[in-house]
């Protein structure tokens, strides 16, 4: 039973209504103070500790090798595909100063 749920035109007496209001206040402090109790009773959330599966300086280093396996496959797919030439030939010396003088006439 509520605070607000005791009227007084429910009772006969004042009394009857004054122990009805009593019991309700009584019975809305016994649940806060059963409120209270779980809250106390219950583990104080610890800051949560983070376990990475991939150390960031791990993250760090994949992430520099992945750029450098798409550069060469770029350089790979753009030469010996979309130029016309072998593939293979990226990797070599002479190719690169070839593009570096055809760049160089400009």
């Not at 300086?57 to 750029?67: A, E, G, H, N, S």
């Amino acid at each position: 039973m509520s605070v607000n749920n005791v009227e007084q035109h429910q009772f006969q007496s004042r009394e009857e209504y004054k122990k009805a209001k009593t019991d309700a206040l009584q019975q809305v402090d016994d649940a806060a103070a059963k409120e209270r109790k779980t809250a106390e009773a219950e583990p104080k959330n610890h800051a949560r500790i983070r376990v990475r599966l991939i150390p960031i300086w791990l993250r760090l280093v994949l992430l520099v090798v992945l750029l450098f396996v798409s550069l060469v496959a770029g350089a790979a797919v753009g030469y010996g595909i979309l130029g016309g030439g072998n593939a293979a030939d990226v990797f070599k010396q002479s190719t690169w100063t070839h593009i570096q003088d055809l760049i160089d006439k400009k």
